[in-house]
T-cell receptor, first 113, second 115 residues
Framework: GENVEQHPSTLSVQEGDSAVIKCTYS??????FPWYKQELGKGPQLIID?????GEKKDQRIAVTLNKTAKHFSLHITETQPEDSAVYFC????????????FGSGTRLQVQP | DAGVIQSPRHEVTEMGQEVTLRCKPI?????LFWYRQTMMRGLELLIY????????DSGMPEDRFSAKMPNASFSTLKIQPSEPRDSAVYFC?????????????FGPGTRLTVL
């Protein structure tokens, strides 16, 4: 089955700095890679996603890059703000019909004001 | 839309008791997923349904766990008998095949504590 590894487990940055979280996956058949943000006491919420036919995607301060050959993808947050503090999860899934998400272990991001 | 609804939000029970967790997916969604979150194991998929039919239950830890989806708007996850190691946050999520983003929408979770 799929295995997703995520690093680092914790990340502390100063407000305004950039944050980068990296994930690798094992199954070359995976083609959908979402990133979720989980705040304390809440369920994970999608913040950005990317498909295997795209190398990079950006949404305001958030961007995701994908390297299919190396089987890794990364989340980039620029100009971090205190409200970005949360746990971030990467995930991977296969094409439609096999929709289960395999999650990484999570990264706790702390943005210091 | 109210989003995915889960109940109860918190459950405290004693070892050996039966526990039933409930989920109402977003109206019109045809996939429903049950996940469990613990510090040790992270977020792991237990089972998922498509059009009320269980597709993959390979993540269900053992026979004490069972899940049903009697109709498109309701699912249950039952643990019988419960054990302390079942203590976790259980999430339900739903999505709709064909949505461009394939987004899974998560509920707020049920925090289960088994004493």
């Amino acid at each position: 089955g799929e295995n997703v590894e995520q690093h680092p487990s914790t990340l502390s940055v100063q407000e305004g700095d950039s944050a980068v979280i990296k994930c690798t996956y094992s199954d070359s058949a995976s083609n959908y890679f979402p990133w979720y943000k989980q705040e304390l006491g809440k369920g994970p919420q999608l913040i950005i996603d990317i498909r295997s036919n795209v190398g990079e995607k950006k949404d305001q301060r958030i961007a995701v890059t994908l390297n299919k050959t190396a089987k890794h993808f990364s989340l980039h947050i620029t100009e971090t703000q205190p409200e970005d503090s949360a746990v971030y999860f990467c995930a991977a899934s296969k094409p439609a019909g096999r929709r289960a998400l395999t999650f990484g272990s999570g990264t706790r991001l702390q943005v210091q004001p | 839309d109210a989003g995915v609804i889960q109940s109860p939000r918190h459950e405290v029970t004693e070892m050996g008791q039966e526990v039933t967790l409930r989920c109402k997916p977003i109206s019109g969604h045809d996939y429903l997923f049950w996940y469990r979150q613990t510090m040790m194991r992270g977020l792991e998929l237990l089972i998922y349904f498509n059009n009320n039919v269980p597709i993959d239950d390979s993540g269900m830890p053992e026979d004490r766990f069972s899940a049903k989806m009697p109709n498109a708007s309701f699912s249950t996850l039952k643990i019988q008998p419960s054990e302390p190691r079942d203590s976790a946050v259980y999430f339900c999520a739903s999505n709709l095949e064909g949505l461009v983003r394939d987004t899974q929408y998560f509920g707020p979770g049920t925090r289960l504590t088994v004493l």
